[in-house]
């Protein structure tokens, strides 16, 4: 064998070789590379668009709680204000009633006062009626005397 005829051969079969690879091997693997290309940068523009979207999503997370901070804020100080206006409602609805009480108690010492100053005249009657009866040494006749009994009453 004739080591030119093998070098000519060999160099004619690689020639085909590389001829068959790039007509019918390379061109599915360009293309499947192009592909994966392809959906490489779709998977990263996605993952742009992702975090796009989150870091929005955030702004206006810390935007919706900011409102809903001050909503409460607004809420708990309205609290306080009623609280407040609760408190000074029940403080002058308690000295109204304090009063009404102190003025009903009032008028019930001075009915007392007065009942109890009809009792004594009653027995301060009584009482003259008996002092007289012992510095007279007779018997005085309520009835008769009456009168006279309800003038001493009235002065004392």
């Given at each position: ?66 409102e ?13 204000k ?12 308690a ?37 007289a ?7 005085v ?16």
């Amino acid at each position: 064998m004739n080591i030119n005829a093998t070098l000519i051969g060999q160099s004619i079969s690689f020639l085909v070789f590389v001829w068959f690879c790039m007509k019918f091997v390379w061109p599915p693997i360009t293309a499947a590379l192009s592909e994966r290309k392809d959906k490489i940068a779709q998977g990263l523009e996605a993952a742009e668009r992702g975090m796009q979207s989150q870091a929005e999503a955030e702004s206006l997370v810390q935007a919706q709680l900011g409102e809903a901070k001050q909503h409460a804020s607004e809420i708990i100080n309205q609290a306080q204000k009623r609280a407040n206006e609760i408190v000074e409602e029940a403080k002058t609805t308690a000295n109204v009633e304090g009063e009404r009480i102190k003025t009903a108690a009032h008028a019930e010492v001075d009915r007392e006062v007065n009942k109890a100053k009809e009792q004594l005249r009653g027995q301060v009657s009584v009482l003259a009626i008996a002092g007289a009866e012992a510095v007279l040494h007779k018997e005085v006749n309520a009835e008769t005397h009456r009168g006279v009994l309800d003038e001493l009453a009235a002065q004392l």
